[in-house]
């Protein structure tokens, strides 16, 4: 029972030194604002913490401006929100923290489509971060900001960092991502300069090759249409009419037909790197439920 | 039984410890001191709404401030006007004005809500609350302000001449006063700007097509208007001389330039209209420039 | 010695419940921000543009007709056409949204006037759209029965491009 009483007093002890985390008030109801969705009230309570709380040396603060840039997030206020993730870095105390965040305010820029600024950020965690499982959510949100911008031989390098278990060789990325990324970078795109050409032969077939059917028979109509006006006024020598016709009406088509045509071919291969990234975020998330349940 | 009280005794001090936290952390953020240095704080920041609910909190401890009431409600009204926020930050001053007649806010609430009613854009009003104002108020400073105020209401309902006349109707001293020497200049620019008749611009422009714009400085907007009404009219012209009044292509033709001359006529008394009202606004610019340094 | 195993076996288990507490659970923490990144940066947003199409309050024929003239005009040849506008709003929208606004005349009046004024010679008349270079020109600017009251001409935005 001596040991016992031991084990309590030193119990108590440590339950002493947390009151900062444990007990503190205003952060609990900032926390219980922002788990309802009261975002405004919860960056109130935050500030007040970070106010009157700044000589602290934990890493409350860091965790205080942290919470604030994401209620600012949700508030829409993308700017704010990225400025109080920058402060939630400088102010925290240790390593592991500082990276933590860093990865935490990239999150928050691929959140708002600054790729490029979220893969520099991850790319200096993975570079300089001294710790193996930070280094390894960094290479994972790095292929997620890959993958973002299109980039489908970064991401695979990445997601390959994160999913190759370094002590256990034999484990590797799941092939269906595997498969996914692979097939991506051997997707059948359609070329937006063969477009223009096939539709500078015969208008409206440009579209017809990037799958819109109806602008394409539409312009090879109006093209036809106002083509053989064209013709028609040349053949009987009414040049001024020909001209008239070439500038206002022919012409116009003819080289809005060609635009057209490379337009439809980009947005067709948008759509379908639209399409595969969607898919292989899913398979991402369904692969992290099979990960967290091999290893529960 | 030694150890059973121990282990009691040791419980207890860690209920005793857990309740005194609670209490220190409500302490240290909830002292009224402590709302109003937060409330400062975040005014100084420029988070002026979130500022005045923390006034407003600081009001609730009403036994123990030691600031005056009317400060704080004068400071509220501050804050929503500088959050733009006019409608609550009037209510807020009003309510200075009227629960402490001997505040030494009230000449500055009256011009306050003056001022807040100029903001929002409600000239009619801020001039008659200044009006008002102006028989109430005792003070030189305050007197000057809401003469100022009065003066900037003309300008900005772009009614020179009373401008002018009501600056320079002012006693010497307050005429003399920097804002109010400029206040009187603008007021005299503003009379003497360079504008344009609507009417003969449209006049010119049914005479000659696109003279009209060229006379408001639209040389370019002109040209185009002479180039596409005489190209129509050429081609109308073109049309019926061939083929007579069963010409197609005279008929189109002539309709699209009388379309087109009309547009001209119509386009020519907008642009007179657009011209005046950008010159008057640049020198609103300037005006607005200079207030935001006066009036804060 | 049942004593001291019930001790031990106690002080090993609030130990890993204190160690677990505090650190980061790597994949339920790594889902999360995903399904996070995910709701927020939706893949496929389209940014919609004013809809002017025929809406059912409309109960003049002429104006129906002439606005389902310009539809017709935006499907069919617009969308064959070369981008040229120089303005934000092109002049087939602001045609719609004049003639919704101000009535068959006035809407043509003012239609007339923006086509004879969508040159490249004229753009430097107009303030600049920052956000995709083009010169601004809404039906309320070019309206001449309405004032501009005491509004920037540089500053006005449509209601449905305010931020």
Redesign the interface.
């Known amino acids: 029972m001596l040991v016992l009483n031991k084990f309590l007093l030193a119990w108590l002890i440590f339950i002493w030194t947390l009151p900062g985390i444990k007990h503190d008030m205003t952060l609990s109801l900032g926390e219980r604002f922002f788990n309802s969705e009261n975002y405004y009230d919860a960056i109130t309570e935050y500030k007040r913490y970070i106010f009157f709380n700044s000589e602290k040396k934990d890493n409350s603060i860091s965790n205080a401006y942290y919470k604030t840039g994401l209620a600012y997030f949700h508030l829409g206020k993308s700017d704010k929100a990225i400025n109080e993730l920058r402060k939630s870095i400088q102010t925290a105390n240790t390593v592991r923290m500082r990276d933590e965040r860093k990865i935490d305010l990239a999150i928050v820029l691929i959140a708002s489509g600054n790729y490029g600024a979220a893969e520099f950020i991850l790319i200096k965690v993975e570079m300089f971060s001294q710790l193996p499982e930070l280094k390894k959510e960094a290479a994972y949100f790095r292929g997620v900001a890959s993958l973002y911008s299109y980039n489908w031989e970064r991401a695979d390098e990445a997601f390959h960092i994160y999913f190759d278990d370094l002590e256990e060789k034999s484990q590797g990325m799941p092939i269906k991502l595997e498969s996914m990324l692979n097939k991506a970078q051997n997707l059948k795109y359609k070329s937006p300069k063969l477009a223009k050409i096939l539709s500078t032969i015969i208008p409206g077939s440009g579209q017809i090759y990037a799958g819109d059917w109806r602008n394409g028979i539409n312009a090879l109509l109006l093209n036809s249409a106002t083509g053989y006006y064209f013709v028609d006024d040349i053949l009987q020598s009414q040049y001024q009419d020909a001209i008239l016709n070439y500038l206002f009406l022919f012409g116009r088509f003819y080289r809005g037909n060609r635009f057209h045509a490379g337009e439809a071919a980009k947005k067709y291969n948008e759509k379908l790197n639209q399409n595969l990234i969607s898919h292989i975020l899913k398979t991402l998330l369904g692969e992290l439920d099979n990960e967290n349940n091999k290893n529960n | 039984m030694k150890h059973i009280r121990l282990t009691s005794i040791f419980l207890c001090l860690l209920l005793i410890q857990q309740f005194l936290l609670a209490n220190s952390n409500q302490e240290k953020y909830y002292k009224p001191e402590n709302i109003l240095r937060f409330a400062e704080h975040l005014f100084q920041e420029g988070d002026y709404l979130r500022a005045a609910s923390e006034f407003l909190r600081y009001l609730y401890y009403s036994d123990s401030i030691p600031i005056e009431e009317d400060t704080i409600y004068y400071k509220i009204g501050l804050c929503y006007r500088l959050g733009k926020n006019h409608q609550k930050s009037i209510s807020y001053f009003q309510k200075v004005i009227a629960d402490y007649p001997y505040s030494n806010y009230l000449d500055d609430s009256h011009f306050q809500i003056a001022y807040s009613h100029f903001l929002s854009g409600k000239y009619k009003e801020s001039l008659s609350f200044a009006d008002k104002s102006l028989s109430l108020i005792k003070s030189d400073p305050g007197r000057l302000k809401l003469q100022q105020l009065t003066g900037l209401n003309y300008i900005y309902q772009k009614q020179w001449r009373q401008a002018v006349d009501y600056l320079s109707s002012l006693e010497n001293r307050v005429k003399h006063n920097g804002l109010s020497a400029s206040l009187l200049n603008f007021a005299k620019q503003g009379e003497q700007l360079p504008r344009k008749s609507k009417f003969l611009a449209g006049l010119m422009s049914a005479i000659i097509p696109g003279i009209g714009k060229m006379y408001c400085h639209r040389t370019g907007d002109g040209l185009m208007s002479l180039l596409t009404i005489g190209l129509t009219s050429w081609q109308a012209y073109d049309g019926f001389h061939k083929k007579g009044s069963k010409s197609v292509k005279g008929w189109i033709f002539g309709a699209m330039t009388a379309f087109f001359y009309l547009g001209n006529i119509y386009g020519s008394v907008v642009t007179a209209n657009i011209y005046n009202q950008q010159i008057e606004d640049k020198l609103l610019t300037e005006v607005r420039v200079t207030i935001n340094v006066s009036f804060k | 010695m049942v004593k001291k195993f019930v ?1 031990a076996s ?2 090993v288990t ?1 130990g890993i419940l204190l160690f677990t507490s505090f650190s ?1 659970i ?6 999360d ?6 709701r ?2 939706s ?2 947003k389209k940014t919609e543009n004013e809809k002017l199409t025929i809406s059912k309050k409309e109960v003049s024929e002429l104006k129906l007709a002439v606005i389902g003239f310009v539809n017709l005009y935006q499907k ?2 617009s ?6 506008c120089n303005f934000t709003l092109s002049c087939s929208r602001f045609s719609l949204s004049a003639i919704r606004k101000f009535g068959v005349f006035h809407g ?10 969508c ?1 490249n ?2 753009r ?2 107009y303030p600049v759209d920052p956000e995709t270079g083009l010169a601004i020109d809404y039906p309320i ?4 029965a309405g004032k ?3 509004r ?3 500053t006005f935005r449509e209601n449905s491009r305010k931020h």
């Open positions: 001790i106690t002080s609030i980061p790597i994949y339920g923490q790594v889902k921000d995903l399904i996070f990144i995910l927020s940066n893949l496929g069919f040849i969308s064959q056409d070369i981008p040229s043509l009046l003012m239609t007339s006037d923006r086509l004879l004024r040159t010679i004229g430097k008349y600017i070019a309206n001449y501009i009251k005491n920037s001409i540089f």
